[in-house]
Nanobody
Framework: QVQFVESGGGLVQPGGSLRLSCAAS????????VAWYRQVPGKQRELVAT???????NYADSVNGRFSISRDNAKNTMYLQMNNLKPEDTAVYFC??????????WGQGTQVTVSS
């Protein structure tokens, strides 16, 4: 059973930083890309950052230059380093493998709140 457990969220002031972690299990982690998404209540889940299986990274325009995605295959863990956070980054952040399978469920997510 594929599972994702996100952690590391919290309350941070504008301009601050957070590092999110995601522990994955139930599949061969190194065989898949990884992705971070975020969702604000009432809106669709938004793709934030990805690492494809070949190692290339991609970012949403809104976070490019501020966020950095990485992975540790030995620990089956992916990370999202978020710098210079803005109030519009406030959301629940989720992780997933790429490509997602239809049967993959979402984790509980981790709340990030950027506010002074």
């Amino acid at each position: 059973q594929v599972q994702f457990v996100e952690s590391g969220g919290g309350l941070v002031q504008p301009g601050g930083s957070l590092r999110l972690s995601c522990a994955a299990s139930g599949y061969v982690f190194s065989n898949y890309g990884v992705a971070w998404y975020r969702q604000v209540p009432g809106k669709q889940r938004e793709l934030v950052a990805t690492i494809i299986s070949g190692g290339g990274t991609n970012y949403a325009d809104s976070v490019n230059g501020r966020f950095s995605i990485s992975r540790d295959n030995a620990k089956n863990t992916m990370y999202l380093q978020m710098n210079n956070l803005k109030p519009e980054d406030t959301a629940v952040y989720f992780c997933s493998r790429m490509p997602r399978r239809a049967a993959d469920s979402w984790g509980q997510g981790t709340q990030v709140t950027v506010s002074s």
